[in-house]
């Protein structure tokens, strides 16, 4: 059996597909399986802020094109990065275990967040990340800043910021886990929605290739993104708006928790949700729903109505 498998084309986007690979290999020892790299647009415009040109959607577009073309048999993406809305004839096949969600601090000269100094500068393209870091410190400066793990250190060694907030995760598996000077609790810094999950795309009626991944997947991690895009879905909010989650599950129990926050981090509406394992796919839109009716709703709208003038 042979498959193609497709990813973006990045030193970390090639590494979660040989992740992919090799979990794939466990199932089956005699797969043939190649990596197909693909530019996206996000890829390509490194100078706009990813809330101007079509947010997270474009690192993915076009691989789902080569998966709808029949060109690749799988697309891999960091889940986070995948719209709750999947294509028609699309679907998510299997999910890898989930690694560390939590959100860290990378800086030159090794100080931690809190030694920060008042009007010096984070770097992220994320707003969830700008608002919450601005909520724990509104004396530093958010940059915008664009590219894959390695651009964005090399743009903070060159002097455009003084620290940059990554997923641990990312770090992880490009190999940089030592350059780590902190790692957030969500506590104080709530992750993304699935951040920390790699995530397998599949044509809906390939059966052949929905079978093999089903096989590799992992069932906790299946269900926490699940819950999680549910919660992400039915706040109708893309990447680029200020949205957290972060569900956890122990044996037959799971939590879920979520927040939506102002772009000056000076409003977060945030909650939390707990019952059965099974139901952590209810009690994640009963969060949203909940956070929507306690003031998640207004700050959305005014975010959305702002960026379409």
């Known amino acids: 059996m042979s498959v193609r498998i497709g990813t973006r084309g990045s030193r970390l986007a090639v590494i979660q597909a040989e992740k992919v690979r090799a979990a794939l290999l466990q199932v089956d020892p005699g797969l043939e399986a190649e990596i197909v790299t693909i530019k996206t647009l996000g890829d390509r415009v490194l100078d706009s802020p990813l809330s101007k040109i079509g947010g997270k959607g474009i690192f993915i577009r076009e691989i789902e094109e080569a998966l709808l073309e029949g060109r690749i048999d799988l ?4 889940l986070k990065d995948l719209p709750t809305t999947i294509p028609e004839g699309l679907a998510l096949g299997c999910t890898l275990s989930r690694e560390d969600p939590r959100d860290a601090l990378v800086s030159p000269d090794g100080r931690p967040f809190d ?16 608002a919450q870091l601005l909520r724990l410190n509104p004396r530093l400066r958010i940059v915008e800043l664009r590219g894959n793990v390695d651009t964005r250190l090399q743009k903070m060694a060159a002097g455009e910021c003084e620290a940059v907030v990554l997923a641990a995760c990312g770090l992880e598996r490009a190999g940089l886990a030592a350059r780590i000077v902190e790692r957030f609790e969500p506590e104080r810094l709530l992750p993304a929605v699935c951040q920390g999950i790699i995530g397998v795309e599949i044509r809906r009626d390939d059966s052949r290739i929905a079978g093999l991944v089903a096989a590799a997947s992992d069932p906790r991690s299946f269900r926490m993104a699940e819950a999680e895009r549910a919660f992400l879905h039915r706040l109708e909010g893309g990447c680029q708006v ?6 956890c599950l122990e044996g037959e129990r799971g939590s879920i928790e979520g927040l939506v926050a102002s772009l000056d981090g000076r409003r977060i509406v945030r909650s939390t949700r707990e019952g059965a394992a099974a139901d952590l796919v209810r009690l994640a839109e009963e969060l949203a729903a909940e956070i929507l009716e306690r003031g998640g709703g207004e700050i959305l ?6 960026a379409g003038r």
């Open 301 to 306: 709208e005014r975010i959305r109505s702002n």
């Open 75 to 78: 697309a891999v993406h960091s």
């Open 115 to 130: 030694r920060l100094r008042a009007g010096e500068r984070i770097g992220t393209s994320s707003l969830r990340r700008a």
């Open 242 to 247: 200020p949205v957290g989650c972060l569900s």
